[in-house]
């Protein structure tokens, strides 16, 4: 009995379409769930999110020539104007398992989330993704902006 409902429940999971890279209206469809989300096409296409008040963008890298397929996503926030004490920038990368930051060539702060989707992932997976990045961003403003 239990090998058959393993059996059934590993079915269901592979009968679950996955979202990939290159799946951008669903991208923006999962980003508009965490506050807005529009698809932004300039040298490249990215989306452009809010959640919360803070400004991100979500950036397809690995991608082929035509940009139809991508591997990874990039989860990308900056913060102009702030200042960071760099030691509290390495806390944080050595503590989160997630996001990382840095600070740029301006000094001010980045955080940065890459997320593998080579072979894709799930709607909720990715929905997950998402809010991991909703929490690091919030976390990060709380505990390093706000000193």
Not at 53 to 80: K, P
Not at 88 to 94: F, L, P, S, T
Not at 98 to 127: C, I, Q, S, W
Request: hydrophobic share 40%; proline share 1%; with cysteine.
């Amino acid at each position: 009995m239990t090998l058959f409902l393993c059996l059934c429940l590993a079915g269901t999971a592979r009968a679950q379409s996955l979202v990939k890279a290159g799946d951008v209206d669903q991208i923006v469809d999962i980003a508009r769930g965490f506050g807005s989300g529009t698809l932004e096409k300039e040298d490249n296409i990215f989306v452009r999110g809010r959640i919360d008040g803070t400004l991100y963008a979500v950036f397809f890298n690995d991608c082929n020539a035509d940009r139809s397929e991508c591997q990874s996503l990039q989860f990308y926030a900056s913060w102009d104007g702030s200042e960071i004490d760099p030691a509290a920038i390495n806390g944080w990368n050595r503590d989160k398992r997630f996001a990382k930051a840095y600070l740029d060539a301006e000094n001010e702060p980045v955080l940065e989330m890459d997320v593998n989707l080579r072979h894709g992932v799930t709607r909720g997976n990715l929905e997950d993704t998402f809010d991991w990045w909703r929490l690091s961003l919030k976390e990060f403003q709380t505990t390093l902006l706000k000193q």
